[in-house]
């Protein structure tokens, strides 16, 4: 089975900090484009960062310089550090890849800032 977890997320104070994962089963990351999504509340969806398989990174301007990808490739792990959180940071982070030409999601972790 080709799977996509996220885990990490929780309740955070502005200015606060936390690192999610994303592992993934059935894939080897380190071949994929990788991609973070996060939907706030009564938002659209939005892509937010990417890692390439060879490891050049994207991210929208509105969290660049606070957040950062990386690839553990022995434990098929994305990682997202974020720093400097904010409360419009607020929302569902899920990890995605294509893979055949179709979507790959993860289910989702939730990501709360506030005070």
């Known amino acids: 089975q080709v799977q996509l977890v996220e885990s990490g997320g929780g309740l955070v104070q502005p200015g606060g900090s936390l690192r999610l994962s994303c592992t993934a089963s059935?894939?080897?990351?380190?071949?994929?484009?990788m991609h973070w999504y996060r939907q706030g509340p009564e938002k659209q969806r939005e892509l937010f960062a990417n890692?390439?398989?060879?490891?050049?990174?994207y991210y929208l301007d509105s969290v660049k310089g606070r957040f950062t990808l990386s690839r553990d490739n022995a434990k098929n792990t994305m990682y997202l550090q974020m720093n400097d959180l904010k409360p419009e940071d607020t929302a569902v982070y899920y990890c995605?890849?294509?893979?055949?030409?179709?979507?790959?999601w993860g289910q989702g972790t939730q990501v709360t800032v506030s005070s």
């Open positions: 995605n890849t294509v893979l055949r030409a179709r979507d790959l």
């Open positions: 059935g894939i080897n990351i380190s071949e994929y484009t």
């Open positions: 890692i390439f398989s060879d490891g050049v990174t």
